[in-house]
């Protein structure tokens, strides 16, 4: 019960979250927990990329935001890097899109690789 909670509780306004959660009927909270786990099962990673600048600021409130998420022993042990260098950028991707080749045709199994067929990327 603790665990389905505590999960919900990124779908609530921060404002009403005691309120809204402590008043939530075991069939509500059922609910909840089934859009919970809708949102969950069907997430998957989009990469976008646009040459629209982004001011620090919002960064910084995202990066913030995400290193408050809960961890074990509350250490939160990640590690966020903001590049503004269009080279770098070029750099990583151009890494990463060689890491994801080299996985997708010879480290990763022929189940995994059917497994992503659902999802229609290339």
Do not use: H
Request: glycine share 2%; aromatic share 8%.
């Amino acid at each position: 019960m603790f665990f389905i909670v505590r999960s919900l509780l990124c779908l609530l306004p921060i404002k009403s979250l005691n309120k809204k959660l402590l008043s939530l009927s075991g069939e509500e909270l059922s609910e909840q927990s089934e859009i919970l786990l809708q949102s969950k099962v069907s997430r998957r990673s989009v990469r976008f990329f646009s040459d629209t600048s982004i001011p620090r600021e919002v960064i910084e409130n995202i990066i913030m935001a995400a290193s408050s998420a809960p961890s074990g022993a509350n250490k939160q042990p990640w590690i966020f890097c903001a590049v503004n260098s269009t080279e770098v950028k070029k750099k990583t991707r151009k890494a990463a899109e060689e890491e994801e080749y080299e996985s997708y045709n010879g480290r990763v199994n022929k189940e995994w690789l059917e497994n992503l067929k659902k999802f229609d990327t290339d």
